[in-house]
């Protein structure tokens, strides 16, 4: 079975999943359990739209789906045209903000978790939120980066100098709207920044920003090491 072939498989699969796992959360969030901790359980219901958990699992639809049509088109043969859009759009979602978002939520989530798992995900959660559902959101969304940097590539190169603006903008305003939702409503999502004065926010933020650009890097120079012996020079 050709590359494209399994490529295609595997994203379908991974689609599925995900389709599952947002069907889940609408249905966990669209009646109300009976749970010791309502506090928490209305911070999880009513801010769900701004956890960056959700937006990058968001951004993971959107690049599973561009995978499909983007091998679908691959093995229809479509119009080069086409199939070129399909490709660029793909790599640009993947290097600029998938894969840095991706690590940087798998990292902060599970480092912090194993310090304290009251300052990002409090144990009064899991009476409504399932542990397998859990794993989909902050584990299994690794899989899809790996199968990403395995698969062959010999165009739609991202270059760093380009992707690190993009990305710094995104995160700028992914914190300023974490901080409007404290000053509007008096609520951090993550219980981590109660702990913190606002210079350590700033800087946590600050460190947070820094982290997504070296993922940015380090994906882009992966996705380099690909480029045909001709163009091999890592920009």
Sequence with gaps: MAVTHIALLLYVSIFILYILSILSL??????RPKVKSDTVFKIYAGFQPYFFTLWTFTLHMIFVILAILDETSKILKLPVAIQKRLGKTR????????????????????????????????KAVDEFFPSWLN????????????????????????????????????????????ISLYLRHGVW?????????????????????????LFLKIGISIQNTKRPSKTAKIK
């Design 26 to 31: 609408e249905k966990l969030f669209s009646h």
């Design 91 to 122: 790599a640009f979602i993947f290097n600029t903000l998938l894969f840095p978002s991706c690590l940087l939520v798998s990292t902060f989530f599970w480092g912090i978790w194993h310090i304290d798992r009251e300052l990002i995900f409090p």
């Design 135 to 178: 794993h989909m959101l902050h584990t299994f969304t690794l899989v899809p980066m790996v199968i990403e940097l395995l698969l062959p590539k010999k165009y739609n190169f991202v270059q760093f100098r380009q992707a690190a603006p993009i990305l710094i903008i995104y995160s700028l305003v992914y914190g300023a709207i974490l």
């Design 189 to 213: 999502i993550y219980p981590v920044f109660k702990i913190f004065t606002w210079p350590q926010r700033i800087f946590f933020l600050a460190l947070i920003m820094a982290v997504q650009v």
